[in-house]
């Protein structure tokens, strides 16, 4: 089944101690990004990244680091949370041809 | 830089009957996409339809069209009769074409969301 999955789906952590979100898609797909979604502000993106080891910055990259090593993978790296990052983190990947962009379940994360 | 405005917070809807969603943006481009996503309880983003700012005629996909009208940057959602199972949260977003490259390659800029909830 062509998905897009993130682990963990749910993560309560304290101010400072690095986290990890994952992010896989079994599609081939080329481009890949994350989102937060906080209320009343819609999803922002924060990186993006448009082949292996060609990452950049979205909308709202403060506080956030990502990687692509490998096609399939993209993950978020948090080194230092702090509670403003407490939202709803969403991966997602399409083609670089193609316009669609298909998402992942999304990643709740609380930081205390 | 392109913005998105879905200007009501929350609509609500009788089964069977009909909803328009509002959606305006502001962009310079002149080719660009424009889609609308539906978040259920689930959290999962689902997209619902898209429509190509080069084509006139207006997307439909079921129950679900657009309204669009280029000139005033306007991109409505009709949802036609209504289901229980259409309760959810609405985000109309705007993409630049990829060829125009930049920072905002492949940018999803999406707007604050629409809670449709649908009343048997």
């Known amino acids: 089944e062509a998905q897009v999955t993130q682990n963990p789906r749910y993560l309560i952590t304290v101010t400072g101690k690095k986290l990890t979100v994952t992010c896989s898609q079994n599609?081939?797909?080329?481009?890949m990004s994350w989102y937060r979604q906080d209320p009343g502000l819609g999803l922002r993106q924060i990186y993006y990244?448009?082949?292996?080891?060609?990452?950049d910055k979205g909308d709202v990259p403060e506080g956030y680091k990502v990687s692509r090593k490998e096609k399939r993978n993209f993950p978020l790296i948090l080194e230092s949370p702090s509670p403003n990052q407490t939202s709803l983190y969403f991966c997602?990947?399409?083609?670089?041809?193609?316009?669609?962009?298909?998402f992942g379940p999304g990643t709740r994360l609380t930081v205390l | 830089a392109q913005t998105v405005t879905q200007s009501q917070p929350e609509m609500s809807v009788q089964e069977a009957e009909t909803v328009t969603l509002s959606c305006t943006y502001d962009?310079?481009?002149?080719?660009?996409?424009l889609f609308w996503y539906k978040q259920p309880p689930s959290r999962q983003m689902i997209l619902v339809i898209r429509?190509?700012?080069?084509?006139?005629q207006n997307a439909t996909e079921n129950r679900f069209s657009v309204n669009f009208q280029k000139a005033a940057k306007s991109f409505s959602l009709k949802i036609s009769d209504s289901q229980l199972g259409d309760t959810a949260m609405y985000f109309c977003?705007?993409?630049?074409?990829?060829?125009?490259?930049?920072?905002?390659?492949?940018?999803?800029?999406f707007g604050q969301g629409t809670i449709l909830t649908v009343h048997p």
């Open positions: 977003a705007f993409m630049k074409p990829r060829y125009a490259g930049g920072t905002s390659y492949g940018k999803l800029t």
């Open positions: 599609m081939n797909h080329e481009y």
């Open positions: 962009t310079s481009e002149n080719n660009y996409y």
């Open positions: 997602a990947s399409s083609l670089i041809k193609g316009n669609e962009q298909f």
């Open positions: 990244s448009m082949n292996v080891e060609v990452t």
């Open positions: 429509q190509e700012a080069y084509k006139q």
